[in-house]
């Protein structure tokens, strides 16, 4: 809706995305697992059309605008429960305490942020408004620009007159600055052409309106004033109304029973057939209930229905129902969308179902429980969620194979090379009642000598070996002994072995780190310098981030700035990625990583003992400021990209480079390192975060300047007078 009433349509239809529209706006049941990346398809794409066509700054404007109504709608979804609402209340009630304080709201910082005048002119006659203001930039006559868009759009005198009464622009669409630039007598790419083009498709969206929505906008925009409008105010009053819908007596049967339902499933051990005359008794109640509140009950008994079918091992009917649950809570059941999706994706991933999961795991994105962009449910982050899945379904093993929470071991078992070991160096043995596998040159590595693991390779141990389900393998054990351990003898002896690519490349655990990525985090420049002549890829992710010297970047941050906690704060606040640790307690949903490590932080603080065990583990973690200079040093002439591009959050305007990041870390040495490289690949100072501004170059030295660099700002400067020397500038 909101790309028809911006005329963008048209674009969509020339690039062949209007069916994936279509199918998106219609919930396609064929597009259940990939609805969210054909909205990140279509939204990039609009994105990128709009930038061309307005100018960035438009593009930016309009891109931030949509992202903060899409999670202002998550958030009203997540919580509001308008189950028992029958469809039409529940749209007028969405449409009076969202759609219209939205559109006013929009009107207003539009106007305000983009200097256009009059918010009440905008939502009284749009086309009016931008024809003064086009007039007004311009200087050219109203009557005159009426009669070149007509002659442009081939337009005849009523129709204008119906677009001036304020009815919908039918004909405006995709592109507007050609149009534009047609009626000023200009080029499409003059500035003025492109604010004038925005502020056009402004005016036909706002226009699309029906006059009654405007007219409740402008009457909100007033409103606002003495009683500014806030999500929390709307989320309360759609609940207030959608309670005093659904108070009727079966309420007062159903809570009791629920509540029993609940008490019986945290009972061990569990009385089983109380919970079936439980269930039954709910279903009896939903069958005589009136038939516009059945749905709002029916879900909650399937999805108990599940969790009992679950627990009972009986696969195919826990699947069924949860199937059912979700679909019946999908977008209508506020609070109860997101343990409901929680638990039928653990479920579907705990018993290895991965055409459910991907649909449950896409929802989670739709929904905002998850952050985009959306990551591939690839085999570890399966991996990851079955930690949860055993602790919600209890006793029940996960299908992928996994760790248990600790592995025990006797004196009895410890290490010793023998001769079933020579001679089967390779073979995959399985540990901890077969929830792991390690080979005996593994096994070596990890808890032996150098002699032992020698003697392995000699007897045809494969250093290129590894284990399917987890991509660990000799290397891997190696690198991270080195790095925890601070032991890198049989590291160093690895590398020297004949390693294949795919061995260097490969991603082991589900925390995915390569070799590479291990030796970046430890700092070890020589190994980082034998992994890139084994053909690892510095330019492939690295943790979070899109290379090996993006992340190098941020590890050098953290340990030339012991004292800054933007990397703590962001891992508090639940904003860097889910891991193993945050399932094994139940968390796998980005939405419930903060309450999991908030935990942790108040753990940590809760005595100045935990903070200095704390910060003893950063003070043996933390590799020294020189080391990390000589890793950054050792990627450069490996091919390592200075001018990588990326964003620290996915809504974020700024797109930074390793180069525009050391200039915020402020490390002169490192610095011009990147910028005098002599490789291809050197770091390019006048690219920017954003495109520039009227005022503002967001380059390097802006950057400097901004983060009270002045070692960067002054070596920058004279960097410039040189350049400008050289070239006769003065």
Not at 126 to 142: K, Y
Request: proline share 5%.
């Amino acid at each position: 809706m909101l790309i028809k009433a911006g005329g963008y349509r048209s674009f969509l239809v020339e690039i062949g995305q209007d069916k994936n529209l279509d199918d998106l706006a219609g919930e396609t049941k064929g597009r259940q697992s990939s609805s969210f990346e054909v909205m990140q398809g279509i939204e990039d794409a609009c994105s990128k059309a709009l930038a061309e066509d307005l100018g960035y700054e438009w593009a930016q404007f309009f891109r931030q605008a949509w992202f903060r109504t899409r999670e202002a709608m998550q958030v009203l979804i997540q919580r509001v429960d308008v189950s028992p609402l029958s469809p039409d209340l529940g749209r007028e009630l969405f449409r009076q305490q969202f759609v219209i304080p939205m559109i006013s709201g929009l009107v207003q910082l539009t106007t305000n942020m983009r200097k256009g005048g009059d918010a009440q002119t905008w939502l009284s006659s749009p086309f009016q408004a931008w024809l003064a203001l086009a007039a007004s930039q311009s200087g050219i006559p109203e009557q005159v620009l009426l009669i070149n868009l007509a002659n442009e759009l081939d337009a005849d005198q009523r129709t204008i007159e119906r677009w001036l009464s304020g009815e919908a622009i039918g004909k405006l669409s995709w592109p507007y600055a050609t149009k534009v630039a047609s009626i000023l007598g200009k080029k499409a790419v003059d500035s003025d052409v492109q604010v004038l083009s925005g502020w056009l498709l402004f005016a036909c969206a706002i226009q699309s309106a029906s006059p009654e929505i405007r007219a409740a906008a402008r009457r909100n925009f007033v409103l606002r004033k003495q009683q500014p409008w806030t999500l929390e105010d709307a989320v309360s009053k759609m609940n207030q109304e959608s309670y005093r819908a659904g108070n009727l007596p079966v309420r007062n049967e159903a809570i009791p029973i629920l509540n029993k339902v609940q008490h019986f499933f945290s009972m061990k051990p569990r009385n089983d057939n109380a919970l079936r005359t439980l269930l039954d008794q709910l279903r009896q109640l939903i069958e005589v209930a009136p038939p516009a509140l059945q749905p709002s009950y029916q879900y909650i008994h399937d999805w108990f229905s599940a969790r009992h079918a679950a627990l009972l091992g009986e696969k195919q009917q826990a699947l069924r129902l949860y199937s059912s649950a979700v679909a019946g809570a999908w977008w209508h059941a506020g609070p109860n969308q997101h343990p409901i999706l929680n638990e039928a994706l653990l479920y579907a991933v705990g018993i290895g179902d991965k055409d459910a999961a991907n649909a449950y795991w896409d929802k989670t994105f739709m929904l905002g429980l998850n952050r985009g962009p959306k990551r591939p449910l690839d085999e570890q982050e399966m991996r990851r969620l079955a930690f949860a899945f055993e602790q919600r379904f209890h006793p029940q093993k996960a299908k992928d194979r996994i760790p248990p929470p600790a592995e025990f071991k006797s004196p009895e078992d410890a290490f010793s090379l023998g001769r079933k070991h020579l001679a089967h160096p390779n073979q995959k043995t399985k540990y901890a009642e077969g929830r792991t596998r390690r080979t005996p040159l593994m096994v070596a590595i990890q808890e032996g000598t150098l002699d032992e693991v020698k003697q392995l390779i000699a007897a045809g141990g494969d250093p290129n070996d590894f284990i399917p389900e987890s991509g660990e393998g000799p290397l891997s054990y190696a690198m991270r002994r080195a790095c925890d351990r601070k032991d890198s003898i049989i590291m160093d002896y690895l590398l020297e072995l004949d390693l294949t690519t795919e061995t260097v490349n490969r991603p082991a655990s589900t925390k995915r780190e390569t070799p590479l990525k291990i030796a970046v985090e430890m700092a070890n420049s020589r190994a980082v310098s034998r992994l890139i002549e084994h053909g690892a890829d510095p330019e492939a992710a690295c943790d979070y981030l899109p290379s090996a010297l993006c992340y190098a970047m941020t590890l050098f941050h953290g340990s030339l700035h012991r004292n800054d906690s933007t990397q703590e704060e962001a891992y508090c606040s639940g904003k860097t990625r889910a891991d193993v640790y945050d399932a094994k307690e139940g968390a796998v949903l980005d939405v419930d990583l903060a309450n999991r490590r908030e935990r942790l932080r108040r753990l940590v603080n809760a005595s100045e003992r935990n903070r200095q065990m704390l910060e003893a583990v950063f003070d043996y973690f933390i590799r020294p400021p020189e080391d990390h200079r000589k890793v950054i040093q050792v990627l450069l002439s490996g091919g390592a990209d200075a001018n990588r591009r990326y964003r620290v959050e996915a809504n974020h305007l700024a797109e930074w480079t390793p180069t525009l990041f050391a200039a915020q870390v402020g490390d002169l040495d490192v610095f011009k390192m990147l910028v005098e490289h002599e490789g291809e690949k050197r770091g390019d100072p006048k690219l920017t975060l954003m495109p520039s501004g009227s005022f503002e170059c967001f380059d390097a030295l802006w950057v400097a300047i901004d983060h009270g660099r002045h070692s960067i700002v002054s070596y920058l400067m004279a960097r410039e007078h040189i350049g400008a020397t050289k070239t006769g500038a003065i």
